[in-house]
T-cell receptor, first 114, second 115 residues
Framework: QQPVQSPQAVILREGEDAVINCSSSKALYSVHWYRQKHGEAPVFLMILLKGGEQKGHEKISASFNEKKQQSSLYLTASQLSYSGTYFCGTEMGAGGTSYGKLTFGQGTILTVHP | DAGVIQSPRHEVTEMGQEVTLRCKPISGHDYLFWYRQTMMRGLELLIYFNNNVPIDDSGMPEDRFSAKMPNASFSTLKIQPSEPRDSAVYFC?????????????FGDGTRLSIL
């Protein structure tokens, strides 16, 4: 079942922060985040495996709330290079077992202006 | 290191023609995935292989679609006969593990237009 991302689009000025949410109606085993620039391939950002896990690199980080079946991606002090479409992929599972399927959300379009 | 290589990058053909998309995964990656991306449906998994064996083809739209992986360094996705609704960007991705274990590395995609 496809996860729901919100917002669908966000416009920022350089230096501003943004949060992108990803929600599932089913129990989650892991959450994956990718970024895709226009006309290019999706590029891996991070995988979150455990409930409550937080990960990040540079000024992009994410959290995974297993109980709420959702993940959030945090972009801090945004740069022009952050522009693109952000996808979450959810791997469903429960009790420490994966159901072996990854489903991507519809994406959130992030535009950063100077 | 070479990434995932897809060919052709663009394909324009007429309805009813056979279309073959090609993919060379990253060396050493045991998993290969074929995705289709459209505005309406987003990024959909069509099929994936593990060690050249098709594991899950539940996303393949219909019998007009077929995929093969004759060896560890080559895979094809074939559409015969093609229809206008098959127009999309088709991505191939490879990985050393399945989902929660490892990230997927995507190729640049094939932009397919069926007239």
């Amino acid at each position: 079942q496809q996860p729901v991302q919100s917002p669908q689009a966000v416009i920022l000025r350089e230096g501003e922060d943004a949060v992108i949410n990803c929600s599932s109606s089913k129990a989650l085993y892991s959450v994956h985040w990718y970024r895709q620039k226009h006309g290019e391939a999706p590029v891996f950002l991070m995988i979150l495996l455990k409930g409550g896990e937080q990960k990040g690199h540079e000024k992009i980080s994410a959290s995974f709330n297993e109980k709420k079946q959702q993940s959030s991606l945090y972009l801090t002090a945004s740069q022009l290079s952050y522009s693109g479409t952000y996808f979450c992929g959810t791997e469903m599972g429960a009790g420490g077992t994966s159901y072996g399927k990854l489903t991507f959300g519809q994406g959130t379009i992030l535009t950063v202006h100077p | 290191d070479a990434g995932v290589i897809q060919s052709p990058r663009h394909e324009v053909t007429e309805m009813g023609q056979e279309v073959t998309l090609r993919c060379k995964p990253i060396s050493g990656h045991d998993y290969l995935f074929w995705y289709r991306q459209t505005m309406m449906r987003g990024l959909e998994l069509l099929i994936y292989f593990n060690n050249n064996v098709p594991i899950d083809d539940s996303g393949m739209p219909e019998d007009r679609f077929s995929a093969k992986m004759p060896n560890a360094s080559f895979s094809t996705l074939k559409i015969q006969p093609s229809e206008p609704r098959d127009s999309a960007v088709y991505f191939c991705a490879s990985s050393t593990g399945l989902y929660s274990n490892q990230p997927q590395h995507f190729g640049d995609g094939t932009r397919l237009s069926i007239l």
